[in-house]
Structures are given as structure tokens and as C-alpha cells.
């Protein structure tokens, strides 16, 4: 494969991979144009791991970065820091600064700026006149908000475990994680004896769900999350609230980037987890093969002296499915897993999406207390009061204890994925919230987004209707990661729910094309579309959705022809000229020569004729590249009009 391909499917540009090849383990060369085929899912391999402990290195730094200024805030001897966002209330400002109002005014009045306490500044006022206090200012970028958000949800919710006293054993929570094609969801349908794959759209779960199964009397907990890299915020939410992790990987084609991804995620939670390779029972299914590839990126089988537990199973025929379950419930009692059931209940919303006749739904897993028919409860400032309970099997219940998924309706607004549920509040807690509550997702309604595009850009503006919270996250986060130069890419609104003749007015307004995801189109809205000659495309599929996308932008593309000039040669002697072709012998004297560049024939100065160079000897035998310094035959391929002193340029095109 050549390495611009390669680079291409990276995302990255072929200078920066051939930077990172050798750090990655891979020296072939500074100049290499191509890389042996046997090596690129290697590399790619590779590639996704180096990225993923980048981008680790970078959170883990950002998160120490936040705590640290978080602690010199809180000290005097230090130097005092304050966050502040785009804009900010003046009183609010006063109280990030710890200091009397009225001090405020005064410092903004002796600037010149004469607004109220309730006004709003913007940034860079506010950061004038804070640092003028002896404040420094620090702007809160959305990634900051959502690194802050995670770190108060982790430790809201550690304190309110924390409180257990009553404590009982409880169920695992299991995560199931893998490669989209390597068999996750027939694991799980196995496990659970209900078919759930003839229900799924191309073999992949879409949304994360949770499922309960018994062996010898103990109960375990498994959670669903998606196999397909775009849930891959999905995915990590699932990992952040199990207690073992199953990584399932194909005996017949071993570890894929999801895969590796997956047993990276387990491992940065600090979660236990088994191997299970699946799909022995295929002719071409090699367990020790697998093995194998896992001991390079240090897991060592059990087996081989190591500590990776891997449990050879099939799936579709159910081998080796009980000792499975069996190695589940051994680590489970390992860990010692406990929780009070006597308390009211706390839990982590795992699913959310608005029904048209019930309303907001949300599946919650319970972590530790009992929930009942008629609880009060609050998530963030959502409010509500348990109406009804659905469990996995799609059965009524009155109560849901420790580790169990249940399904609850009465919500006041649909939660957002990852969301602590708490139960256990006092009334006044409730009621303060109730007042306030406020409802963030309707059928009707939807989010408006902002952008700063370059006017110099091609413009792609999207309207994005889906079905739940969770795949519209997904969908989001993989649209902001495609680039192409020269093209931007804006989604000016999006909401959950049916598309609507609402939605066909504002793709009118906005000039935008409508993408659906596990919706339909109202038919009054369908006939609209077609007299406003507006796109709609509905999708089951979110990579299919991702690759239109892509296909739709490189067709808005001007290609550009990139020429760069590889190496120069002097024309020593003329061995041999035919009508179309001509063989020289030459002195490269910069960069190199390959086959298959093209070449400028250069006399006096001037370009005379271009052609190709379709062969290449050194030293009486065909070779592909010949460097700096060194002679060569080479073939001309071209008008034949090249004399001994000339200069050949030697240059590459590319779109």
C-alpha cells in the first residue's frame, strides 16, 4: 500500500506518519513511498493505540491541571485563579472572586462601565477587571466544562455510595465489549435466550441496554454497549459503571482497533476482565494465533504464565458458555461486590429518549439502594416521581434493588446518558428542584448550534433528527470529526422525534439537507420536501449515514493538482532513443529519483519536454529509487529530445 493511502486512512498527513512510523516500531525509512501489505493492520494497530495513549496522557494532565488550580484557589499563599466562560453576571463574577459587591461596582465604575449587578459582561471585560483586582483569569473551554462535569459527577456519586452501612452482596455488573463483527451480540442473545440480533440493524446493537441472567442461584448484570466506533462515547460510558469487563474477539480474524480501544477502556477504569474468543467452532479459528496477539500488546494468557484470563467459547453453538458465566461469578466474589439494599436508591442513567405517548423514558441501573413504585427522585435538575417500572424482559415490577436495569417511567425531562438518579433526597431537596426543573429534549423542540465558519469556505449545513440521546450524541461527536479542506461542515439544528414540516421550513431557511436516524418523515413534511426540493436520507446504519456524508462532501471538493519536486539528475550520455522513449545515464545531483515520477526536461534554463521515467537501473539491475550522488540508467518515456548536459527535474502530482 502506498503511504499516502495509508496516511489517508489515518487521517494524518504522510509527512507526520512517517515521523511516527519508527516510534512506533516500524523503520522503513524516512523516504519509504510504500509499505508492505502484511504490515498495515499492524500499523494501524499501533497508530490507534499511540493515539489512545495520547489522548490519555493529555486528559490525565488536563484533570491534574483542573484539581491543581481547583487547590490554589482554595490557598491565600498561593496565586489566586479564577474560571470564568464566554460571558458572566456581574454578582456572579463577585462571588467566583470571594468579594463584597459592592467593591466590584466601584473597580468597574472608575473604568468607565456603568451597568447593574444583574448585567453581563463579556470575557475580556470581566478579565480586565478581575486581574486589575489581583485576579488571574482563566477562560472555561467546553472541553474544560466537560472534564469539570465528569470529575463533580465521579465524586457525587462516590459520596453518595459512600453512605452505605447495610452492606449485602450484590450482582457484577457486566460490560460486554468488542469488534462490531466478532460476535458480541450473539454472546449476549445466548446468554440470555432472546434473539436480539433479527432485530438489530447490520448485525450492530445501536443503543447501550442492559440484561440480566442466573447461574447456580447468583445473578449477573450485563450491559450491551455498541461495537462500532462511533459509540465510542457510548461505550466508555459503559465501562465506568461495570465491575468486570467480557472483551470478545474472533478466534478466525483476532484483535481489531475496536478491540484494542475496548481492552484500553477496561483497563484505564481499572476493571477486571476476561478474553473470550469466540467463534471456535469455524474451520479457520486459531486460539493460540490469538493468544499470540495478545501477549504482544502484554496480555499473557493464564494458560501461558500469565494473568489474562481467556475462555475459549462459541457463541452461535454455546460452547463453553456455563464456565463463562462461572469465571464471572469467580471474579465477582474476588472483588466482593456490596451494596445497601436498604436505603433509597442511587443509580446512573444508561439510556434516555422521549416516547410520543408516555414521554421522557429513561433505563437506569441501579447501584446501590432499592427503588419503588412512588419514590421522588432527581437527576441534575430534572425532577420526578417513579410511576412505573419495566425490567429487562419487558415485565412490570414494584422494586428494583442493587445492580439491577430497569426501565423508568414519570420523568420530568429526559435525563442525559451517564446522569446520576438519585432517590435518596430529602422533600425540601425535591421541592427546590421541582421548581426549577427544567425539561431539555421535546418531540418538538431542538438545539441550535453555533459556529464561526470562514465565508471563504464551501458550506454544508445539516438538520440531525434521531430517535434517542445517546445515538444523536454519537452521531454528533463522528460529524465534527470529518475534515476536508475547503469545506465546512455546520449542523444548524438538531432535536429527537419524527422530522417534521417544521424541520423542511427551517432546511429552507438554513439551506440544509435533513439526516434521520431510526425516524420517520412526517407525510405532509415528505410532500413538502419534494415541492421545496429539499433532501431528506434516513438511516438505520450510523457508519452507512457517516460514509454518504463523506461521499457527499469530496464530491463538493475542487480537487487541486499538489505538484512536489522530488530530486534533480545531470544527462551524462544518451544510450539509446526511439521514437517515444529515450535511455540516458544521469548524475543525481539533489533529493532522488524514482520509477514512475515525472520529469521536467530542463535546457538552458527552460522547460523543453515532460515525460515519465518508466525504468530505473543502477549497477546493470532494475531498481525502484536511486538517491543523491549516484549514477543511473534511467528510461525516458516522452518526447524524445534529451541531450547530454540537460537537467532533469523529477517530480511528483497528487489531487
Known amino acids: 500500500m502506498n503511504i499516502t493511502e495509508l496516511a489517508r486512512q489515518l487521517k494524518i498527513t504522510t509527512n507526520e506518519l512517517l515521523e511516527i512510523l519508527p516510534e512506533l516500531g516500524f523503520h522503513i525509512g524516512a523516504k519509504a513511498i510504500k509499505v508492505n501489505d502484511s504490515l498495515v493492520d499492524k500499523i494501524k494497530l499501533a497508530y490507534i493505540q499511540y493515539k489512545k495513549k495520547i489522548r490519555f496522557q493529555e486528559e490525565e494532565s488536563k484533570i491534574k491541571e483542573i484539581k491543581i488550580n481547583d487547590k490554589k484557589e482554595t490557598n491565600q499563599k498561593h496565586e489566586k485563579i479564577i474560571h470564568i466562560e464566554e460571558n458572566i453576571i456581574v454578582k456572579d463574577l463577585a462571588e467566583k472572586m470571594n468579594m463584597p459587591i459592592n467593591k466590584l461596582m466601584t473597580e468597574l465604575m472608575k473604568n468607565g462601565i456603568m451597568i447593574s449587578l444583574n448585567s453581563t459582561m463579556d470575557y475580556d471585560t470581566a478579565s480586565i477587571i478581575a486581574e486589575d483586582l489581583g485576579f488571574k483569569v482563566e477562560k472555561i473551554t467546553n472541553e474544560k466544562k466537560e472534564i469539570e462535569r465528569d470529575i463533580v459527577k465521579i465524586k457525587k456519586l462516590e459520596e453518595l455510595l459512600e453512605k452505605d452501612s447495610k452492606k449485602s452482596t450484590r450482582p457484577p455488573v457486566v460490560v460486554v465489549m468488542g469488534h462490531v463483527d466478532h460476535g458480541k451480540t450473539k454472546l449476549l442473545d445466548t446468554i440470555r435466550t432472546a434473539n436480539v440480533i433479527d432485530t438489530e440493524s ?16 447468583k445473578k449477573i448484570t450485563f450491559l450491551d454497549t455498541p461495537g462500532h466506533e462511533a459509540f465510542k462515547g457510548m461505550r466508555s460510558r459503559g465501562a465506568k459503571i461495570a465491575d468486570i469487563g467480557i472483551i470478545v474477539i474472533a478466534a478466525d480474524e483476532g484483535l481489531k ?5 475496548s481492552i484500553e477502556l477496561v483497563q484505564e477504569e481499572n476493571i477486571p476482565f476476561i478474553i473470550a474468543i469466540n467463534k471456535i467452532d469455524k474451520p479457520e479459528a486459531d486460539i493460540e494465533k490469538t493468544k499470540t496477539m495478545l501477549s504482544e500488546i502484554n496480555l499473557i494468557p493464564e494458560d501461558w504464565g500469565g494473568k489474562t484470563i481467556c475462555v475459549p467459547i462459541s457463541a452461535k453453538k454455546g460452547e463453553n458458555i456455563k464456565e463463562l458465566l462461572e469465571m464471572i461469578n469467580l471474579l465477582a466474589d474476588m472483588e466482593n461486590l456490596q451494596a445497601d439494599t436498604q436505603r433509597k436508591a442511587i443509580g446512573t442513567i444508561i439510556e434516555s429518549n422521549i416516547d410520543k405517548n408516555l414521554g421522557p423514558i429513561a433505563t437506569v441501573l441501579i447501584q446501590t439502594g432499592t427503588l419503588n413504585i412512588g419514590d421522588e427522585f432527581i437527576v441534575g435538575n430534572i425532577s420526578g416521581k417513579v410511576k412505573s417500572m419495566i425490567d429487562y424482559r419487558g415485565a412490570k415490577i414494584t422494586e428494583a434493588g442493587p445492580s439491577t436495569p430497569v426501565q423508568v417511567l414519570g420523568f420530568k425531562g429526559a435525563p442525559s446518558v451517564g446522569d446520576i438518579f438519585n432517590a435518596d433526597i430529602e422533600k425540601n431537596e425535591y421541592k427546590n428542584i421541582k421548581k426549577r426543573a427544567i425539561k431539555t429534549f421535546t418531540n418538538t423542540t431542538a438545539k441550535t448550534q453555533e459556529s464561526d465558519d470562514d465565508e471563504t469556505q464551501l458550506k454544508l449545513n445539516i438538520i440531525l ?24 461542515i455546520k449542523i444548524v439544528k438538531n432535536g429527537l422525534g419524527n422530522i417534521t414540516d417544521k424541520d423542511i421550513l427551517d432546511a429552507e431557511s438554513t439551506n440544509s439537507i435533513i439526516l434521520g436516524f431510526h425516524v420517520k418523515t412526517n407525510a405532509n413534511a415528505e410532500l413538502m420536501a419534494k415541492e421545496k426540493n429539499i433532501e431528506i436520507k434516513i438511516y438505520t446504519i450510523i457508519y452507512k449515514l457517516l460514509e454518504d456524508l463523506e461521499v457527499k462532501i469530496d464530491k463538493m471538493v475542487i480537487p487541486q493538482m499538489i505538484r512536489e519536486q522530488v530530486g534533480e539528475g545531470l544527462v551524462l550520455r544518451i544510450f539509446k532513443t526511439l521514437p517515444k522513449k529515450m535511455v540516458v545515464g544521469l548524475r543525481i545531483t539533489k533529493g532522488k529519483i524514482m520509477i514512475n515520477t515525472l520529469v521536467k526536461v530542463i535546457r538552458a534554463g527552460e522547460v523543453i519536454a515532460v515525460g515519465k521515467i518508466t525504468n530505473l537501473q543502477s549497477g546493470k539491475e532494475n531498481v525502484n529509487e536511486v538517491s543523491y550522488g549516484q549514477e543511473c540508467g534511467v528510461e525516458f518515456t516522452g518526447e524524445p529530445i534529451i541531450k547530454t548536459e540537460d537537467i532533469l527535474e523529477f517530480y511528483t502530482e497528487k489531487k
Open 257 to 261: 482497533p475496536q478491540t484494542i480501544e
Open 465 to 488: 433528527k434521531s430517535d434517542v440521546i445517546g445515538s444523536k450524541e454519537a452521531i454528533e461527536d463522528s460529524i465534527k470529526k470529518i475534515s476536508k479542506p475547503g469545506v465546512s
Open 202 to 217: 447490520g448485525n450492530i446493537t445501536q443503543h447501550i441496554g442492559a440484561y440480566q441472567t442466573e447461574l447456580n442461584g
